[in-house]
């Protein structure tokens, strides 16, 4: 295996180490923390989200006008978002199942991960849902 790629893989499993400890510390890994802030209950989470939307729009939008390429090399890529009825549907539906159960993927992840084994029934859930609109969405096609 050639440097590049083992910088990548190193890269990527930090990157992902921090953000599961970053759900960790900030409890959106227990469902009823969530849920106590989507009743607001509790608005801790606010600062969590706050933080998170912030340093996504300093990242994506400023690094790429601070630099030429990526740190660890490559090219930066845009990604087109269009504002649509389906990716206002798939929004929603989200936010539907979020609020039923409390759990998102990534802190369904790290949960697991800290040895809370009740969220493997929510991410199977998760991927079953996944799977079906995969498939309604290829038929559609």
Known sequence: MSARPLLDSAATLASGALFGFGLAWSTMIRPESVLNFLTFSDLGLLLVLGSAVGINLLVYQGLPR?????????????????????????????????????????PALAGIGAGNGDLLIALVSIFIGAGLHGLWASRRQ
């Open 66 to 106: 601070l630099r030429k390429t990526p740190v660890l090399g490559g090219e930066f890529q845009t990604r087109p978002f269009a504002l649509d009825k389906q990716s206002l549907c798939g929004g929603v539906l989200f936010g539907i199942g979020w609020g039923i159960c409390g759990v998102c993927p990534g």
